[in-house]
C-alpha cells in the first residue's frame, strides 16, 4: 500500500498510515518517507507494535544510525542495542529512578525546546521515537517548525542572523536547571561544537532557524548580548501557531525532523508512573558548516 497522510497542523507535522513498520522498507517505501518528512517535517505513526530489532531497522532503512548515545551514566544502559536513546524514567532493573537519581536530573533538560544532538560535531538528522508505556496523562511531546519561524522574520532580521554561528554543549543546557554534575570523562565528551543559526534543508531548500537550549554562545558576540538574541529568537519560534503537541498513544511511532524542528518533552508524575520511551537516531551527511550555506 503507498503512504497516506492526513495533516495534524495547518503548516506541518502528518499521520502516515499504509506501512507496517515491523516489516523491512524496501527503496521505494523508504523514499516515500522522505519525501513525506521534507514536506512535514514530523510523521505519526500510529499503532506499530515494533520490538527493539525492527525499531533499529526502520531506521537503517532511512540512513545511517548515531553510534553514540550522550547522556551521564552511559554504562547504566537498560536495552539490547547501545545505539538506542532510552528516553524513560526506568532504571536498569525496571524500577522507577529515584527522585535524586542524577539520570532524572540530567534527564529534565528534555524539557527544554532542543534539536537532537546539536551538541555534535555530526548532530542528528531525523529521531524515531517509539511509545512502549505511557502515563495515563501528561508526558506529550511538543514540535515547533523552524522553517515557519524563520518565514516569519523580518527581512532586516533574516540579512543579520543568516551568516552567524553558535556553540552547542549538552552543559551549556544543563546550566539552565543548574545542573553540573559531570565526571571529566564526561565534561571532554560535552565539548561545545560550532553549528549555523540558518540552515537550509537539502531535501525541501527552505531555510529554517538551527535553534536549540543547547546553545551557549553566539561567535563574534559577547555571551549576554548572544544569548539573549537566542531567547528572543526561541521565544518567536515557539509561538503556539508554530508548535504542534502530540499525545502518545501506545505504540505511536514518531519520526522528526532535527534539522528544522524543535521540540520538547512535557512533565508527568514521573515518581508515581513509568513512560517507556525508545529512541533511535540518525545522523545528518556532515557538520552544519560544511553544508550548504543558507
Given at each position: 500500500m503507498p503512504l497516506t497522510l492526513k495533516p495534524l497542523h495547518p503548516l506541518f507535522v502528518a499521520e502516515a498510515a499504509g506501512f507496517d513498520l515491523r516489516q523491512p522498507l524496501t527503496p521505494d517505501q523508504a523514499a516515500e518517507v522522505h519525501r513525506a518528512m521534507d514536506q512535514y517535517a514530523v510523521l505519526v505513526f500510529p499503532g506499530q507494535a515494533l520490538d527493539d530489532d525492527q525499531q533499529m531497522d526502520f531506521g537503517r532503512a532511512l540512513g545511517t544510525l548515531e553510534g553514540t548515545r550522550a547522556t551521564v551514566d552511559a554504562d547504566k544502559h537498560r536495552l539490547k542495542h547501545k545505539e538506542?536513546?532510552?528516553?524513560?524514567?526506568?532504571?536498569t532493573d525496571g524500577s522507577l529512578l529515584k527522585a535524586d537519581d542524577r539520570r532524572r536530573m540530567f534527564n529534565l533538560g528534555n524539557r527544554l525546546w532542543h534539536s537532537d544532538s546539536s551538541f555534535k560535531a555530526t548532530p542528528a538528522l531525523y529521531s524515531m521515537l517509539h511509545a512502549r508505556i505511557i502515563p495515563p496523562e501528561g508526558g506529550e511531546t511538543e514540535f515547533a517548525d523552524m522553517r515557519a519561524a524563520w518565514d516569519a522574520l523580518p527581512d532586516k532580521d533574516k540579512a543579520r542572523l543568516r551568516n552567524l554561528t553558535t556553540w552547542h554543549s549538552l552543559i551549556y543546557s544543563r546550566a539552565q536547571l543548574g545542573f553540573d554534575a559531570y565526571t571529566e570523562e564526561e565534561k571532554k565528551a560535552f565539548a561545545p561544537v560550532p553549528q549555523r543559526l540558518v540552515r537550509r534543508h537539502a531535501g525541501s531548500g527552505r531555510v529554517s532557524l538551527y535553534l536549540s537550549a543547547h546553545i551557549g554562545r553566539v561567535e563574534g558576540m559577547p555571551v549576554p548580548e548572544?544569548?539573549?538574541?537566542?531567547?528572543?529568537?526561541?521565544?518567536?519560534?515557539?509561538?503556539?501557531?508554530?508548535?504542534?503537541?502530540?499525545?502518545?498513544?501506545?505504540?505511536?511511532?514518531?519520526?522528526?525532523?532535527?534539522?528544522?524542528?524543535?521540540?520538547?518533552?512535557?512533565?508527568?508524575?514521573?515518581?508515581?508512573?513509568?513512560?517507556?520511551?525508545?529512541?533511535?537516531?540518525?545522523?545528518?551527511?556532515?557538520?552544519?558548516?560544511?553544508?550548504?550555506?543558507?
Open positions: 538506542m536513546n532510552d528516553i524513560s524514567n526506568l532504571d548572544g544569548m539573549m538574541m537566542i531567547r528572543e529568537l526561541a521565544e518567536h519560534a515557539t509561538r503556539r501557531d508554530f508548535v504542534h503537541s502530540h499525545t502518545w498513544r501506545q505504540n505511536d511511532l514518531v519520526i522528526w525532523d532535527n534539522r528544522c524542528t524543535m521540540h520538547r518533552a512535557r512533565p508527568f508524575e514521573d515518581s508515581v508512573h513509568p513512560r517507556d520511551m525508545r529512541r533511535v537516531t540518525l545522523q545528518d551527511v556532515a557538520p552544519t558548516l560544511e553544508q550548504q550555506a543558507a
